[in-house]
């Protein structure tokens, strides 16, 4: 059990990726996760698109790249970091989301997460992504979780090749990274949790 608290702890968005393939039976366990995940029903209508094609990389991952110089970068550079991020990890963090734009396309493998129907809440979809994104982290593969390209949502799913009557609701591009794992940094508890009352402060020693 201790184990699943620190792949917890120490599951890092990991935006740097190697170009060497990813193993099958490495991908067949972190989807095979992602299946493990509770669903509304239990009707399991998600579908999984795993892309490898360099050709259909480049063709969805030039929208995500679109994106992220002509909105998302600008919006972020434009502000301050979040409250106890110090600009130089504010810096870092946004030098390796603007490394991720730029060589999207060269993640050796794309899971593309999706469910029939109108676009809804994700309920049935994303404790399936968490489940990834832990699997990953467990078999020392790097990923992040993903949804910038939805800018130009109609563009990007059109090249990736989902069919109407689908959505996808994130990118999670695989492979190993380039950088190591660690802690992952968050705010404590008494500044995001409250005690029956809305801003009742959450006593830890209970």
Same mark, same amino acid.
């Given at each position: ?94 030098? =390796? #989301?603007?490394?991720?734009? &730029?060589?999207? %396309? ?5 899971? $593309?997460?999706?469910?029939? !129907? ?39 799913? =059109? #090249?990736?090749?989902?069919? &109407?009557?689908? %959505? ?5 591009? $695989?492979?190993?990274?380039? !950088? ?27």
């Amino acid at each position: 059990m201790d184990d699943l608290f620190e792949i917890m702890r120490t599951t890092r968005s990991m935006r740097r990726l190697k170009p060497d393939p990813v193993p099958d039976d490495l991908l067949n366990r972190v989807l095979e996760a992602g299946t493990f995940a509770a669903n509304g029903g239990n009707m399991q209508s998600w579908r999984f698109l795993v892309i490898r094609d360099p050709a259909i990389k480049a063709a969805a991952g030039a929208w995500y790249q679109k994106a992220w110089h002509e909105v998302v970068g600008p919006r972020y550079r434009s502000g301050g970091p979040a409250p106890g991020v110090t600009p130089e990890r504010f810096a870092r963090m946004l030098n =390796a #989301a603007e490394y991720l734009a &730029d060589h999207f %396309h060269e993640a050796p493998v794309w899971i $593309v997460p999706c469910l029939a !129907g109108p676009r809804g809440s994700g309920s049935s979809i994303f404790p399936a992504v968490q489940n990834m994104l832990l699997a990953c982290r467990a078999l020392d593969l790097g990923t992040t979780l993903t949804t910038l390209y939805m800018m130009h949502e109609k563009e990007t799913e =059109a #090249a990736m090749g989902i069919p &109407d009557g689908y %959505h996808s609701y994130a990118i999670l591009p $695989v492979g190993f990274p380039m !950088g190591k794992f660690g802690p992952v940094r968050r705010s404590p508890l008494v500044d995001v949790v409250f005690d029956d009352k809305w801003g009742k402060g959450w006593d830890q020693g209970q």
